[in-house]
């Protein structure tokens, strides 16, 4: 949010001088609640520990001490807990019927009012119409969402029309290199269901 209002001020013609008290939210030693640590998940925590955050995590499974310690993440077995105490919350969590509005007003409610939320995940793992709410009231700071339901939302859509929320069009592997390993996956779980080999990156695992 902070990234994308500095882009509108500095290209603005209307712009003459830059404020000096239009001040953002540091990210080195803050708080990070990681919502969701598989593959991704961990990825983000190991680039999150480069700017020296303080990483926690709420997951199904807790990780194993060797990997928690790679990071120094702390695991939340309650999500709760985790929603406290961040300065970033991130959903990086797959949809399934447990996670479909994870976060609510409830969850809303239990993070910091200096707090954001960023979803990188799926866009109804977050209730909606309570993240307007929430935003509109200033329960939360801001937030940034790479997903979102529908996608693209309604024109008309209130979350078009708040000014501390970021949205992008879902471009989290929108790389010409992220595509080309996406399809070569792809052909890869063909070819071994047609040879009858284990399938690499089986969505649901027996």
């Not at 008290?21 to 803050?30: F, H």
């Not at 593959?39 to 020296?52: E, H, L, N, P």
């Not at 105490?85 to 996670?99: C, G, I, K, R, Y």
């Not at 935003?135 to 708040?162: C, F, G, S």
Request: aromatic residues 6%; glycine residues 6%.
């Amino acid at each position: 949010v902070y990234l994308h209002s500095g882009c509108q001020i500095a290209v603005s013609p209307d712009t003459k001088y830059f404020a000096v008290d239009w001040l953002g939210v540091e990210v080195t030693r803050a708080t990070l609640g990681i919502i969701g640590m598989g593959s991704i998940g961990y990825k983000v925590a190991q680039r999150a520990r480069a700017f020296d955050m303080r990483i926690l995590y709420h997951n199904r499974n807790r990780r194993r001490k060797e990997e928690e310690e790679a990071v120094d993440a702390h695991y939340c077995e309650k999500m709760e807990d985790l929603l406290q105490q961040s300065d970033f919350v991130m959903l990086v969590v797959n949809l399934t019927p447990e996670t479909h509005k994870l976060i609510g007003k409830q969850e809303l409610g239990l993070m910091k009012p200096t707090a954001t939320l960023i979803n990188i995940s799926r866009g109804a793992v977050i209730d909606q119409d309570a993240l307007v709410e929430a935003l509109q009231n200033k329960v939360i700071r801001a937030a940034a969402l790479d997903v979102t339901y529908p996608e693209p939302l309604p024109r008309h859509h209130p979350l078009l029309k708040l000014n501390n929320i970021i949205i992008t069009p879902h471009i989290g592997t929108a790389t010409v290199q992220a595509t080309h390993m996406m399809a070569e996956e792809a052909i890869a779980n063909i070819l071994a269901v047609l040879n009858g080999q284990p399938i690499p990156s089986e969505v649901f695992p027996k």
